[in-house]
């Protein structure tokens, strides 16, 4: 969609003025937890979260970017690549999903000393500073189909579904970043990578469990050194747990499911979009057990987000 007012240089004009107006109400729709958004001044550039009142004010002293005429970065369906920044189709999905469930902007920034005056950049926030930079570079120099974090989401994937050891997939870290051109951005390490993913909020809890699985020791059994079952030590030696559990809790994934506009969508399917056939089971929403539930709880089911 085009905007052809940012062309106008003439900022006190009424086509400028209306087209500002138009801006902040779509801008408005795009504002994080803290009320801030990208500004598409002259000198931020898309590089800046602000308020909007800083953005208005903006837009009518320095003016707008003329580039701007597909609002990418406020909701509008993008028409092309830039061909400056580094991007493939795996790095844009990633990148999109990853800017809604965090309302932090995940592209090239460049220089960053550039403000207005004596102002600071809106968004103090330096927790996705890695993810940021994960994204955004390629994997090694000259590399056209690979940032370093879908490189890493990858080769997570190949682990899980070949059942590799973490010795076997340190070797192969090693060894890839060994290869690749000088100045690789391979992870060197298991541990890079698990805290690169939990930045990503893709961690995990660590939960001992009883060696004959009886039991996990959690809530009440938290500080427990032997199985509320079977009375067997939770301890190898050392505090050394026989067993551990991975826990991913729900909580997050959903909260990162309903944050991204791209999935939003489609967790709201089964009860927007689906139509009940019988003897058709295109989702669980088809079976009877989940009807059996709708029918016990019918005000959790009035709201299409209840899954």
Known sequence: MGHQWVQNGNRVSTEYVDGVKEFLNVARQTLNSNGLTLCPCAKCLNTRLQKIDVIAAHLINVGIDKSYTCWVYHGEDEEDEGPDEFVNEESAGLRAGLEDATGHPFFNIGPTNDLIGNQQPAD??????????ALNNPLYDGCTNSSTLTFVVKLMNFKVMNKWTD?????????????LSAGNNCPQSYYDIRMLLCEAGLGYELIDVCQ???????????????????QSSRYVRNKIAY?????????????????????????????EVRKDEQGVLRHPADGRAWK????????????????
């Not at 559990?245 to 709201?268: E, G």
Request: aromatic residues 14%.
């Open 212 to 230: 004959y699985d009886c039991a996990i020791f959690y809530g009440d059994n938290k500080d427990a050194i032997t199985c509320p079952v079977c």
């Open 243 to 271: 067993k551990k559990l991975r826990y991913f809790p729900i909580t997050p994934r959903l909260k990162r499911q309903y944050a991204s506009r791209h999935t939003a969508k489609d967790m709201r399917w089964h009860k």
């Open 292 to 307: 059996h539930f709708d029918d016990l709880y019918p005000k959790f089911v009035d709201d299409s987000r209840s899954v």
């Open 167 to 179: 010795h076997s997939f340190e070797m192969l870290l090693r060894m890839l970043h060994g290869v």
């Open 124 to 133: 103090g926030n330096n927790r996705y500073e890695k993810l940021h930079k």
